[in-house]
């Protein structure tokens, strides 16, 4: 038999042979020398590596469990030995210092948030025989509530057993062939800065007296209505959620809130929360948004302040339709999907405003929705939070509320369509000559003979 420490000794002079001079030690020196080292590399060497140690050690050549690397090739070489050949004593590993506890992190955002609610199908438009056949094949009628703005009601449908949403929709347009019928897509607003909820009232203060706008309706998440920057504003709050959801957050409600507050003075403002909380963020789906509308409808507001984006969907597009058919002026967030991202709704259909963002130079918001449904440009870009000093806001959402209050009151003396001419024509062209598909017509300016409040005083 052979003798095993004579294999061991030719494997060491073997390994010794192969090992060049000033071999590099198992920690790589990109990130400064080990964990907790601190060069530029650093957290990609961790990312590469794994979450746990943050350090820059070298994934593709790790050291058998049980053998820790020592920094000294030989000895780890001995260990590597001692681990898989019988009679070699493995060196003892040396006593590494407790490792620092971790940094606490924010917990990580849905790599993608959902588009639909499972397994629902959003309706509007059903009337009373249309649903019977319905029922007969096997939906389930999860919710309904009167549509209003159209004959019949508006539904959230549960499909047949065994047929997915896209089937059972489509199944459900043979049976009810004057209804509308889609997914039941879900429609997100914008991200408030961290724990601030609304922009500062600096708007400039409401435009006097002798030029009366008229009510403002919203759909967004809740308001917080004590909050400070909502102080003096004309605000009634209404809820459209459907049964057994949760209460979305107040951010972003009473950041839109207190923009139009703001510019607004005590014009009165309709605040619809439609939005309810999920696992991947606030988010309000078809049915309620069409529900909420239905509710402005009959509050007899002129504006729709609609600070939020999605899909295009077939009830959305109707409820928005036959809501601006009756003299509403509908204005909404392009979106913050970035500069090559397709068309966002409500924004995008032809009845509605759209609404990009600008900075304080005039620069458009890198993440904004472009295309050539944009219609204005309006401060969405680092505006002030209130209470703390350097928090600012961005995004699409927060720029419709100027567009609102700029509608607001052009629209107390002429139709709507006459007061978009006017606003058009009064807009600070910013990009190309004439409409365009980053800034729309332009910075939205207020309608003449009307000292609405001065948009400079926003950042």
């Known amino acids: 038999m052979r003798d095993p420490r004579r294999i061991a000794a030719l494997l060491v002079a073997l390994l010794l042979l192969a090992l060049p001079a000033g071999a590099p030690r198992a920690d790589d020196d990109d990130d400064g020398g080990g964990p907790g080292g601190g060069g530029a590399s650093s957290s990609a060497g961790g990312a590469q590596g794994g979450a746990s140690d943050g350090g820059g050690g070298d994934p593709a050549t790790p050291m058998p469990r049980g053998a820790p690397s020592t920094g000294d090739p030989l000895r780890d070489l001995r260990s590597f030995l001692g681990v898989f050949v019988p009679g070699v004593t493995p060196a003892p590993a040396p006593t590494a210092p407790a490792p620092a506890p971790a940094p606490r992190q924010a917990a990580r955002p849905p790599a993608q948030a959902a588009t639909t609610v499972p397994r629902e199908i959003a309706a509007i438009g059903v009337d009373a025989p249309a649903r019977a056949r319905l029922v007969a094949v096997g939906f389930t009628v999860i919710e309904e509530t009167p549509a209003l703005l159209v004959p019949g009601s508006i539904m ?218 944009l219609a204005f440009a309006a401060p969405g870009v680092g505006l002030a939070a209130p209470g703390r000093a350097g928090v600012r806001l961005s995004g699409t959402s927060y720029a419709v509320p100027f567009v609102s209050a700029a509608f607001a009151w052009a629209m107390a003396g002429q139709d709507r369509d006459a007061a978009l001419q006017l606003l058009a024509a ?34």
């Open 156 to 373: 959230r449908l549960g499909p047949p057993r065994g047929s997915t949403p896209a089937a059972a929709a489509a199944t459900a347009r043979s049976l009810a062939p004057a209804a509308r019928f889609d997914l039941n897509h879900l429609y997100r607003p914008g991200s408030a800065a961290p724990g601030m909820a609304a922009p500062a009232a600096a708007s400039g203060g409401p435009a006097p007296a002798r030029c009366a706008a008229l009510p403002v309706g919203m759909i967004d998440t809740a308001i917080a209505a004590e909050h400070p920057a909502l102080a003096g504003s004309r605000i009634e709050r209404l809820t459209r959620r459907g049964s057994g959801r949760a209460p979305s957050d107040a951010a972003h409600g009473t950041a839109v809130a207190a923009l139009l507050g703001a510019a607004l003075g005590d014009v009165p403002i309709v605040a619809v929360d439609a939005f309810h909380r999920r696992p991947d963020g606030d988010a309000a789906d078809a049915f309620d948004i069409a529900g909420a509308l239905a509710l402005l409808v009959a509050r007899g507001v002129a504006v729709v302040n609609l600070s939020f984006a999605g899909p295009d969907n077939a009830v959305l597009a109707l409820a928005t339709e036959r809501a601006a058919a009756q003299g509403l002026l509908l204005a909404a967030a392009a979106g913050n999907d970035g500069q090559q991202s397709p068309p966002r709704y409500p924004a995008a259909y032809p009845w509605v405003v759209a609404v990009t963002a600008v900075d304080r130079a005039r620069r458009p918001f890198v993440r904004a929705v472009r295309g050539p449904h």
């Open 426 to 459: 009064g807009a600070e062209d910013l990009g190309s000559p004439g409409r365009d598909r980053i800034f729309g017509w332009g910075l939205i300016r207020p309608a003449q003979g009307c000292d609405a409040p001065r948009l400079d005083a926003a950042w």
